[in-house]
């Protein structure tokens, strides 16, 4: 139904809604590092739109293919938005990519994460909606949740469960990622929310967790910022804590000042996230 490719590859909005726009392209990359592969053109009833799908694979994975005695090793997993952002400078916006794929391998390779699996979603021409609280967004959730998830769970080795499932994004992208977990905590239990558009729809998000009454969700939060996102950022860091969310257990919060709204910035915070979802237990 969908096609696949592998690589096997060598070791928003400002708060007035403008990019920060980088022109440099990055000179240092030629290739991904790791294994990749892309499902082209994988469609959505629920959204009636196709977008590519990139999937990275930890080292130990072809692997654990390979070799029976790993043949029940499975691998949390990672969704992320604007997926075509994350890795490959050729296809991310201005030229510049988050370096999941760098910054995985080197600490798994220092042993400081878990291995896992990354799942990058393709943005689309409708990205503002489908990435919000409206109709589009709620069927873009529905999306991943019964038409990509399934997908994913069927087609590579993951751990299925909520424990082991993640989302992350930046910008309106940071706000769906928060979204589809504070809706969805039964398939989703860690929300990476890097420079998050909190502020849109007057404040909808911090008011969904402000007026919430009913038990503490089984969640972690991660919310950082620069100058952008400043207000609405520590806005949602108190809503979530009047709420009982500890800072270290359940939110892990960093400002980082003077850091502009953009890929590399988030390329330069993104191992904290990781660190706080997936740090290794030795």
């Known amino acids: 139904m969908y096609l696949e490719e592998k690589q096997s590859l060598l070791p928003e909005e400002t708060v007035k809604g403008k990019r920060n726009l980088s022109k440099k392209r990055r000179s240092d990359k030629i290739k991904i590092v790791g294994d990749v592969r892309y499902h082209r053109n994988f469609y959505s009833?629920?959204?009636?739109?196709?977008r590519d799908i990139i999937i990275w694979l930890p080292p130990s994975y072809k692997l654990a293919l390979q070799n029976r005695k790993d043949s029940r090793k499975h691998y949390p997993v990672l969704y992320m938005h604007d997926g075509q952002n994350i890795m490959d400078p050729k296809t991310s916006y201005a030229g510049m990519d988050w370096r999941v794929d760098e910054t995985l391998t080197k600490l798994i390779n220092q042993n400081k994460v878990e291995e896992i699996i990354v799942v990058g979603i393709y943005n689309s021409a409708d990205r503002l909606s489908e990435y919000s609280d409206s109709e589009k967004g709620q069927n873009y959730m529905k999306f991943i949740i019964d038409e990509?998830?399934?997908?994913?769970?069927?087609e590579y080795r993951t751990l299925a469960d909520k424990e082991n499932t993640a989302v992350m994004g930046s910008s309106m992208g940071g706000l769906i990622s928060f979204l589809i977990t504070w809706n969805y905590p039964d398939v989703f239990s860690k929300a990476s929310c890097l420079s998050s558009s909190f502020y849109y729809h007057d404040d909808m998000a911090i008011k969904l967790v402000k007026d919430y009454s009913g038990p503490k969700?089984?969640?972690?939060i991660y919310i950082d910022h620069g100058e952008d996102g400043l207000v609405r950022g520590q806005k949602m860091f108190c809503a979530l804590?009047?709420?009982?969310?500890?800072i270290g257990s359940d939110i892990d919060y960093y400002y980082a000042p003077g850091a502009e709204h953009n890929e590399k910035e988030w390329a330069a915070r993104l191992e904290r996230p990781l660190l706080f979802f997936f740090k290794k237990q030795i």
Do not use: R, T, V
């Not at 969700?217 to 972690?220: D, F, L, Q, S, Y």
């Open 45 to 50: 009833s629920f959204l009636d739109n196709k």
């Open 148 to 154: 990509l998830k399934p997908f994913i769970d069927a």
């Open 241 to 246: 804590n009047k709420k009982g969310y500890l």
């Open 217 to 220: 969700k089984n969640i972690k």
